[in-house]
């Protein structure tokens, strides 16, 4: 089973700044990579698959990338509306697995 | 309008059973492998089991391997996860969703599954 480690565990920053979020997986997954966006009493929100791509409707401000073991969110300037927790998600073995999460507060 | 539905949570004793349903509706459903999702109270998300169109593949976590079953009914759009022997730490809200390249799209809102020891 792939293990997904995500840091930090909590994010705190202020609006407008860059928020950058890590997921590092114990073994290879290639690029099969999703990040999901869940607010308090929410289904998760798909916001980007297979490593870089931006799933339907999700502001250009979020961007992925990586490959491998190593991936990185971005959100290039945070707005209050992006307070969540977010999660990777790796199908690079049959088994998928999410990671912990990264909470991300506005300071 | 593309949605999936959970139902069939509820509450049950440690050691006992339960069958959650996902009617899904708006796209064609045997197109696309189906996942469940659980999270419990305060935690993150749990991938459980995934299976693909024509149910020739099914995959679980380890957590649930043997004691739980994916299966669907492309008839009927429907998706279903057989939990058995079930634990105080199966306790969650359990979703299922569609996949969609190396993610999941679609989304429903979930159903709640409590076991008491």
């Known amino acids: 089973e792939i293990i997904l480690t995500q840091s930090p565990t909590t994010l705190s920053l202020s609006p407008g700044e860059r928020a950058t979020l890590t997921c590092r997986a114990s073994?290879?997954?290639?690029?099969?990579v999703a990040w999901y966006q869940q607010k308090p009493g929410q289904a998760p929100r798909l916001l980007l698959y297979?490593?870089?791509d931006r799933a339907a409707g999700v502001p250009a401000r979020f961007s992925a990338s990586g490959s491998g073991t190593d991936f990185t969110l971005t959100i290039s300037s945070l707005e209050a509306e992006d307070v969540a927790m977010y999660y990777c998600q790796q199908r690079g073995s049959p088994v998928a697995s999410f990671g912990g999460g990264t909470k991300v507060e506005i300071k | 309008e593309v949605q999936l539905e959970e139902s069939g949570g509820g509450l049950v004793k440690s050691g006992g059973s339960l069958r959650l349903s996902c009617v899904a509706s708006g796209f064609i459903f045997s197109n696309f492998w189906m996942n469940w999702v659980r999270q419990a109270p305060g935690k993150g998300l749990e991938w459980v089991a995934s299976?693909?169109?024509?149910?020739?593949?099914?995959y679980y976590a380890a957590s649930v391997r043997g004691r739980f079953t994916i299966s669907r009914d492309n008839a009927e759009n429907s998706l279903f996860l057989q939990l058995t022997s079930l634990s105080v730490e199966d306790a969650a809200l359990y979703y299922c969703a569609r996949s969609y390249r190396s993610g999941m799209d679609i989304w429903g809102q979930g159903t709640t599954v409590n076991v008491s020891s």
């Open positions: 299976i693909n169109g024509d149910s020739k593949y099914k």
């Open positions: 073994s290879s997954v290639t690029n099969f």
């Open positions: 297979d490593a870089s």
